[in-house]
């Protein structure tokens, strides 16, 4: 299955800015998950990435808040914008690393508090 | 909305015995089923996934599926210590998005 490196393993942000988090993958893919788990709680689908077109969006996430890129089929990165305290959490991506749907593996998160 | 339901737990079990997980799910045009590890303060790990009906077994771990009741469930033969974690499950929907809903997660605790 793929592996996936993704930093910064944690952070502690000031409200009122924003944060980029990097997904590194070892293989191509065609689509990259971007989930949020807040605190014991399950994970919650932000966004799915393609390579060349506009991320998609799951209700209650916005573009503005959670810019996405996805320059390559290798790497994508999330921007928690104008941060608050509500935004800490922890912060995932996640590949279809074997396609058709044969499993989705996950990177190490993000661990983000915000103050 | 599609949902994934789980006994959130704590299941507790005794060292050597066999821990039983449930899940159900509402989208009935679901196709595959996954479950997840995560032990506190990692990621989700895949330990296993199910596409037919019946039984898939993977070394202790079996999962089995009823598309009919909507129901997958994850059983774990000769408990350990180290099996104490958080165990998701996941469905992937139909058509094109493949896109996983998870549940919350049932919390189970080996007891030596």
């Known amino acids: 299955s793929a592996v996936i490196s993704q930093k910064p393993s944690r952070d502690i942000c000031q409200r009122g800015t924003s944060l980029t988090i990097q997904c590194q993958v070892d293989s191509q893919v065609t689509m990259m998950f971007w989930y949020r788990q807040q605190p014991g709680q399950s994970l919650t689908l932000i966004a799915t990435?393609?390579?060349?077109?506009?991320?998609?969006?799951e209700s209650g996430f916005v573009i503005d808040k959670f810019p996405i890129s996805r320059p390559n089929l290798t790497f994508s990165t999330l921007t928690v914008s104008n941060m608050s305290p509500e935004d800490s959490s922890i912060y995932l991506c996640s590949v279809d690393g074997q396609g058709g749907g044969y499993g989705y593996t996950f990177g190490s998160g993000t661990r983000l508090t915000v103050v | 909305q599609k949902e994934v339901e789980q006994n959130s737990g704590p299941l507790s079990v005794p060292e050597g015995a066999i821990a039983s997980l449930n899940c159900t799910y509402s989208d009935r045009g679901s196709q595959s089923f996954f479950w997840y590890r995560q032990y506190s303060g990692k990621s989700p790990e895949l330990i296993m996934f199910i596409y037919s009906n019946g039984d898939k077994e993977d070394g202790r771990f079996t999962a089995q599926l009823n598309k009919a009741s909507q129901y997958v469930s994850l059983l774990i033969r000769d408990s350990q210590p180290s099996d104490s974690a958080t165990y998701l499950c996941a469905v992937l929907s139909g058509g094109s998005n493949y896109k996983l809903t998870f549940g919350k997660g049932t919390l189970l605790t080996v007891n030596p």
């Open positions: 990435a393609n390579q060349g077109s506009e991320a998609t969006y």
